[in-house]
């Protein structure tokens, strides 16, 4: 079992910057591939960008690339997600999840990010 909190969302304006942290505890953090994915109102829950284990691999949607970028701790069981020139379609439900073998098991709770234009 892996317990996830994402934090680190708010209110900003496009153009801004804002890092998303995800905390995991339980199982053992640095064996897994970490997720990050998104829901907007109305929409179904999407990829945003995915890392290994060790953080040397790391993949995104089309629609984030060049802007955020994912990384991740091993010593303090975090993954992160740095949104840089964010766009108010980047609105959504921010959500981190652990890779076991091929699906993502393990969810968070989400973390609102809502950006103004």
């Known amino acids: 079992q892996v317990q996830l909190v994402e934090s680190g969302g708010g209110l900003v304006q496009a153009g801004d910057s804002l890092r998303l942290s995800c905390a995991a505890s339980?199982?053992?953090?640095?064996?897994?591939?970490m997720g990050w994915f998104r829901q907007a109102p109305g929409k179904e829950r999407e990829f945003v960008a995915t890392?290994?284990?060790?953080?040397?691999?790391?993949r995104y949607a089309d629609s984030v690339k060049g802007r955020f970028t994912i990384s991740r701790d091993n010593t303090k069981n975090t993954v992160y997600l740095q949104m840089n020139s964010l766009k108010p379609e980047d609105t959504a439900v921010y959500y981190c999840?652990?890779?076991?073998?091929?699906?993502?098991?393990?969810w968070g709770q989400g973390t609102q990010v809502t950006v103004s234009s």
């Open positions: 999840a652990t890779k076991v073998v091929s699906e993502y098991r393990y």
């Open positions: 339980g199982r053992t953090f640095s064996g897994y591939a």
């Open positions: 890392i290994n284990w060790s953080g040397s691999s790391t």
